[in-house]
């Protein structure tokens, strides 16, 4: 600012010498300002990282080193190097100017240093020095200024550290909040076991992240599929203020333009504004009202009310630290998991690794739990890999302000210059990292214990994507768990495959984190299917077990192969290749035309088919549908061969509840009875009891569809016949499997 005013006084003496002159000269007043101020900018963008450092330099009467860096254009400096993928362009930059180590840039009139070297990056984050954020219109706008991420260091900042250390980040309460987290993951297992083919996997973990945060700072539970009106509303006040400040405000670099508001983010903030408060001021008023009802102390809200004495917040203050911890907390986690699984359907036998591990360490009757990861050593390995090549914050987020003077790698450093840290740059550079455009998981688990303990969380600067020093995330534990807790829930119910028509994309798009530009379309197939019941099971998809995925099968498996017309090109190639593995083979056809795989299978099992209830006799819609009803079949005769109480039928299942349980006997009954099935007409046991008796009985038997009336009414004359006996060795691994 200082030197800003300098420049106003030596342009306005200059004016002065002009005041006796006629208003006929006064093109020649502004040409000569013009010129003068032309020659000063010159002047200023000649020095090495362009004008800002110009202007501290030519008025510096010690003179010091200048640190490298690239000029940009006169008054504006390097502004193009901070639009669009900024640590793309600034890595570029570094490595043009040869200055990894530490690059000077200025954008306006803002001071920049930016570093792409582990030690000088540490140097700058644990320096007290570097403990202030720099000046954002936007996050004054917004009020993050009385929040943790912006307030500037001090009294205030430490204060607000220190509570949120306390109640919501600590170990703890991290523990605290396990049940939450999980009953959020099963939802989005049941959210996603509903899309049976390709879909966009982005808005279900943002949902499932913004619930999260609402449950833990709000304590307010919401159900992702039926996602409510105030959560809608909440979503988008944390979207548009995560476009605004993941903006670059000219204005927060050329002060002269401040007044226009060109790019509408001064009105757009005062919009959102009263917005945000009328939301969180309505929920803190719930939580004042409630907590003399029944004294409450279970969320963040309660926490900040029951404050008292030095640290007793203000309900503005409250509303700002509410709203950033719903606003940190959401996106990067979701953002995260999004690299994560778009990574795991490019590399599949990286995936198969992963997928072992899950089997070895959980198995396939149990759900994933937290306590589960300190076991997943590969599952943790792919977490800190992908934190490697996609960092959700590849400058760190949030810049660095200098509170003082300093030294910097041996260059001055002057008060108010912005630090930042380029960890996309860092993670991805040979000299730190062997073969770092490599996606290796495997980095972090085989060479020594070294690698296998090596933690993300700051310690080490090579790969810190929550930061360091005093101003790292204080959310990073709880970021942490939650990602890998959910994405070790995603891989253990799921195989996560490449969608048909969508091909993953890996270009990235820095906002406020740096997101996926195209969003992740996949197809997930279901890996637990009879697993409620207790068995190891799961789909293998034709194609991918042509490309490895067989090895999913061992000896004493069995393979059930659905085809319709027994002559299915992909499971024949198949065939051969599974009889290598010793496994029990059982195909289930509705024509046998040329009966190519009956010869090898072990048992086959013949559903006849008359005619599709397609008028053009095409879309297979009876043969599937009869393959499905007998594939329920089976398993409720597993039911019964296995003994399976409700009891423990309800702790296997997904959600494990008695609501579960009627829902899957509704649902097999629907189908049976067609649509309009009402509980009256005929009861689940009754159901139950009939198939038992036609399927476990069934041996050498033919079953008509007369033998089951309620068949009738959906597949409109087609004759079911059982012509093998089911009985399936109980423990027995299923594979092909699809129902
Ligand atoms: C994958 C998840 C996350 C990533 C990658 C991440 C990354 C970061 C980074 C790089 C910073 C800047 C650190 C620095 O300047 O050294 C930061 C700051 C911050 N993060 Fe996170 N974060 C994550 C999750 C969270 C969560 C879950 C919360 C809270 C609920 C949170 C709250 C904050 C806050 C309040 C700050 C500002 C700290 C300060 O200025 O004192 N973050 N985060």
């Known amino acids: 600012m200082g030197s800003t005013n300098l420049d106003n006084l030596w342009v306005l003496g200059l004016a002065s010498k002009y005041k006796s002159l006629t208003s006929q000269n006064a093109i020649l007043v502004f040409g000569s300002f013009l010129m003068a101020w032309l020659a000063l900018a010159l002047c200023y963008w000649a020095y090495p990282g362009g004008p800002a450092w110009g202007r ?43 200055a990894k180590r530490l690059m000077a840039f200025s954008v306006g009139e803002t001071r920049f240093i930016v570093t792409s070297d582990p030690n000088v990056a540490k140097e700058i984050l644990n320096s007290s020095v570097f403990a202030d954020r720099p000046v954002k219109e936007s996050a004054y706008g917004l009020m993050f200024h009385r929040a943790i991420g912006f307030a500037p260091y001090g009294v205030y900042w430490r204060t607000l550290r220190r509570i949120a250390a306390t109640h919501m980040f600590c170990p703890k309460q991290i523990n605290a909040t396990e049940g939450q987290r999980s009953e959020i993951a099963t939802q989005m297992v049941s959210m996603i076991a509903c899309n049976p083919g390709d879909f966009p996997v982005r808005d279900i973990l943002k949902r499932a992240s913004l619930s999260n945060m ?19 509303e909440l979503s988008q006040l944390v979207s548009e203020g995560y476009d605004i400040l993941g903006k670059l405000n000219w204005s927060d670099h050329l002060p002269w333009l401040a007044g226009f508001d060109l790019q509408k983010i001064k009105s757009r903030c005062s919009t959102l504004v009263p917005r945000v408060n009328q939301f969180v001021n309505r929920i803190i008023q719930e939580h004042k009202e409630a907590q003399t009802s029944d ?63 899950l089997d070895r360490v959980v198995g396939r009757s149990r759900a994933f739990k937290e306590s589960d990861i300190q076991s997943m050593v590969y599952l943790q390995a792919i ?26 790698d041996g260059y001055h450093v002057p008060a108010g210059t912005t630090a930042m840290v380029n960890m996309w740059s860092i993670t991805r550079d040979p000299q730190v990292w062997s073969d770092p455009q490599e996606f290796m998981p495997e980095r972090f688990v085989s060479k020594s214990k070294e690698d296998a303990d090596f933690s993300v969380l700051g310690s080490d600067l090579r790969l810190a994507p ?13 970021g942490l768990t939650t990602a890998t807790f959910w994405v070790g829930t995603l891989l253990h119910e799921f195989e996560w495959v490449k969608s048909d028509h969508t091909p993953v994309d890996l270009s990235e798009v820095l906002k406020l984190s740096c997101e996926m530009e195209n969003p992740l379309t996949v197809k997930a197939n279901p890996r637990r299917t ?9 789909f293998l998809s034709p194609l991918n077990a042509l490309h490895g995925d067989i090895g999913i099968l061992s000896p004493y498996a069995a393979a059930v192969l659905f085809s319709k017309s027994d002559n299915t ?17 059982v195909s289930l056809t509705s024509i046998q035309e040329q009966c190519f795989s009956l010869p090898v299978c072990d048992m086959n099992v013949h559903l006849p088919l008359e005619r599709e209830l397609c008028p053009f006799d095409l879309t297979s819609i009876t043969s599937t549908t009869t393959q499905m009803v007998f594939g329920d079949t089976v398993t409720i005769a597993l039911m019964a061969a296995r003994n399976l109480t409700r009891d423990e039928y309800s702790t296997n299942h ?3 509840s008695d609501r579960q349980v009627s829902y899957f006997q509704g649902q097999t009954v629907s189908k049976w009875v067609g649509g309009n099935w009402s509980p009256d007409e005929i009861t689940a046991e009754q159901i139950e009891q009939e198939l038992m008796r036609q399927v476990v009985d069934g041996k050498d038997r033919k079953v008509t569809f007369d033998d089951f009336p309620y068949y009738l009414r959906l597949c409109g004359g087609s004759r079911l016949w059982v012509s093998v006996p089911v009985g399936f060795e109980v423990g027995c691994r299923v594979g092909l499997g699809g129902w």
């Not at 800190?384 to 003082?404: M, N, Q, T």
């Not at 929550?466 to 709880?478: A, D, E, H, I």
């Open 569 to 585: 090109e992909e499971l024949l190639r198949l065939i051969p290749c599974i009889c290598t593995k010793d496994v029990y083979l």
């Open 466 to 478: 929550f930061g360091s020093g005093r101003r790292t995330c204080p959310g990073k534990n709880l």
């Open 295 to 357: 004294q409450r102390n279970h969320d963040f809200v309660d926490v900040l009310l029951s404050l008292d004495g030095p640290d007793k917040l203000s309900d503005k203050d409250m509303i700002a630290v509410l709203w950033e911890m719903i606003f940190r907390g959401t996106d990067t986690v979701a953002v995260l998991i999004e690299w994560i699984l778009a990574r795991m359907v490019l590399h599949p036998d990286i995936q198969s690794k992963v997928h072992e591990e």
């Open 530 to 538: 009879l697993v409620s019941l207790g068995i190891s099971s799961s």
């Open 654 to 656: 997904l959600v494990g």
């Open 56 to 98: 501290y330099l030519w008025k510096r009467s010690k003179k010091s080193k200048a640190i490298p860096g690239p000029r940009g254009f006169p008054v504006i400096g390097s502004l193009n190097l901070m639009v669009n993928l900024a640590h793309h362009k600034l890595a570029a930059a570094a490595e043009w100017c040869g």
């Open 383 to 408: 977490v800190k890999e992908v934190l490697r090549v996609h960092p959700p914050g590849p400058l760190l987020s949030w810049a660095r302000l200098a509170i003082e003077d300093t030294t910097v």
């Open 214 to 232: 609402m449950c833990s700072v709000f304590g307010q539970n919401y159900n992702l599929a039926t996602f409510s009106t105030e959560t809608q």
